[in-house]
């Protein structure tokens, strides 16, 4: 029932117990204890019924509880502290001084301890990461932090005191925008994110699709262009060689010769560079002819993208619809493509939004 609450709410009692088949002793048995501990209140006045009978929906109290979500890369670690609904009250960032899977655990308690000053108190700890992770606590594999099955969840519970989910970074983004996003309310949705990789998550009928594959970056490996440049693994063209911000950054440099980051190489785009606005018109086709392959195999309500890297589909918003166009049947549905900000607190908030699942789903704190 808090679960309902939380995602859906506002919402009137009829509404909670059609949904969860409930009878109306249960869902008063039910919501007494969460409306005495301040976590549920009722909220407003509506009618319903053929009797218009005043009734107060309820809402969930964000700031009855306070989670953390911290992202990790492999030079930096990023934290946010939210409420109940990951609406972002703190945020801080520190430079890892090292790799070393003990010395990443100290810097994450000291960032949660700083962070945790600004809340009364913190309910859970949620860390998001590029790789491999397997039961949302041993890292099976972080290629740019250089782990191989770390057991890195135990090792945060143990140095901080806090209930901790580790997970794959897209994943968490992804479950974001479910729960409080541009997916909310969907029944099925993809996420694209780009960055220094490419990443896919999709919902389905209130779902995650995810198995312990969904850290390898797997759709970085699909064919955009033949006579594309190489990735790392050797693959021609692939979407990690085409729209990944390094590769896009090194494009544009080796043209202008001299080395650049992608937020110069976007600038210049932006300017009228023609060497920045070919690479990034280039880029472009091909995000566009990933959207169109995602939105022909999966038939999404709603493509989400995001990543530090999306700026990409502002730029090139032109040559985006170009290569839509390119691999998309003119007589399907025109989509609905969606861009957040790009900013890493989204990446963030996605790691909190894992923490927050994990309590209100578990069978002993289900009751919030």
């Given at each position: 029932?808090?679960?309902?609450?939380?995602?859906?709410?506002?919402?009137?009692?009829?509404?909670?117990?059609?949904?969860?088949?409930?009878?109306?002793?249960?869902?008063?048995?039910?919501?007494?204890?969460?409306?005495?501990?301040?976590?549920?209140?009722?909220?407003?006045?509506?009618?319903?019924?053929?009797?218009?009978?005043?009734?107060?929906?309820?809402?969930?109290?964000?700031?009855?509880?306070?989670?953390?979500?911290?992202?990790?890369?492999?030079?930096?670690?990023?934290?946010?502290?939210?409420?109940?609904?990951?609406?972002?009250?703190?945020?801080?960032?520190?430079?890892?001084?090292?790799?070393?899977?003990?010395?990443?655990?100290?810097?994450?308690?000291?960032?949660?301890?700083?962070?945790?000053?600004?809340?009364?108190?913190?309910?859970?700890?949620?860390?998001?990461?590029?790789?491999?992770?397997?039961?949302?606590?041993?890292?099976?594999?972080?290629?740019?932090?250089e782990w191989t099955d770390v057991r890195f969840g135990e090792m945060l519970e143990r140095r901080t005191g806090l209930r901790t989910v580790v997970e794959n970074d897209v994943d968490a983004f992804t479950e974001y925008e479910h729960w409080?996003?541009?997916?909310?309310?969907?029944?099925?949705?993809?996420?694209?994110?780009?960055?220094?990789?490419?990443?896919?998550?999709?919902?389905?009928?209130?779902?995650?699709?995810?198995?312990?594959?969904?850290?390898?970056?797997?759709?970085?490996?699909?064919?955009?262009?033949?006579?594309?440049?190489?990735?790392?693994?050797?693959?021609?063209?692939?979407?990690?060689?085409?729209?990944?911000?390094?590769?896009?950054?090194?494009?544009?440099?080796t043209a202008l010769g001299r080395p650049i980051d992608f937020d110069e190489a976007c600038r210049l785009a932006e300017a009228g560079d023609p060497i920045a606005r070919r690479v990034m018109d280039d880029a472009g086709r091909g995000l566009?002819?990933?959207?169109?392959?995602?939105?022909?195999?999966?038939?999404?309500?709603?493509?989400?993208?995001?990543?530090?890297?999306?700026?990409?589909?502002?730029?090139?918003?032109?040559?985006?619809?170009?290569?839509?166009?390119?691999?998309?049947?003119?007589?399907?549905?025109?989509?609905d493509i969606v861009a957040t900000s790009g900013d890493n607190i989204e990446w963030c908030r996605g790691a909190a939004v894992i923490a927050i699942q994990d309590f209100v789903l578990d069978s002993t704190a289900g009751r919030l």
């Open positions: 029932m808090a679960l309902e609450v939380l995602i859906h709410g506002p919402i009137s009692r009829s509404d909670i117990a059609r949904r969860l088949n409930l009878s109306a002793g249960s869902l008063s048995r039910l919501s007494a204890g969460l409306l005495q501990s301040g976590v549920l209140v009722e909220t407003g006045e509506l009618s319903e019924g053929r009797a218009g009978r005043p009734s107060r929906p309820l809402d969930v109290v964000p700031g009855s509880r306070h989670f953390l979500g911290m992202k990790l890369t492999g030079e930096e670690l990023l934290g946010v502290v939210t409420d109940l609904r990951a609406n972002v009250l703190d945020s801080s960032s520190v430079v890892l001084p090292s790799r070393d899977p003990e010395s990443v655990v100290e810097t994450v308690a000291r960032l949660a301890e700083r962070l945790s000053r600004s809340v009364a108190s913190i309910t859970a700890l949620g860390v998001g990461l590029g790789g491999r992770v397997d039961r949302r606590s041993v890292v099976l594999s972080a290629p740019f932090l409080f996003g541009s997916g909310r309310g969907l029944d099925r949705f993809a996420v694209l994110t780009l960055g220094v990789g490419i990443g896919y998550g999709a919902v389905l009928h209130d779902r995650l699709l995810s198995n312990r594959d969904s850290g390898l970056g797997l759709v970085g490996h699909w064919p955009l262009d033949p006579y594309g440049p190489l990735c790392p693994q050797g693959h021609r063209g692939c979407a990690r060689s085409v729209l990944a911000s390094p590769a896009i950054a090194q494009a544009i440099g566009g002819r990933l959207i169109a392959a995602v939105g022909n195999l999966t038939l999404p309500d709603r493509i989400v993208l995001g990543g530090e890297g999306v700026r990409l589909a502002s730029i090139a918003r032109a040559a985006v619809e170009e290569g839509i166009a390119i691999d998309r049947d003119p007589r399907a549905t025109r989509l």
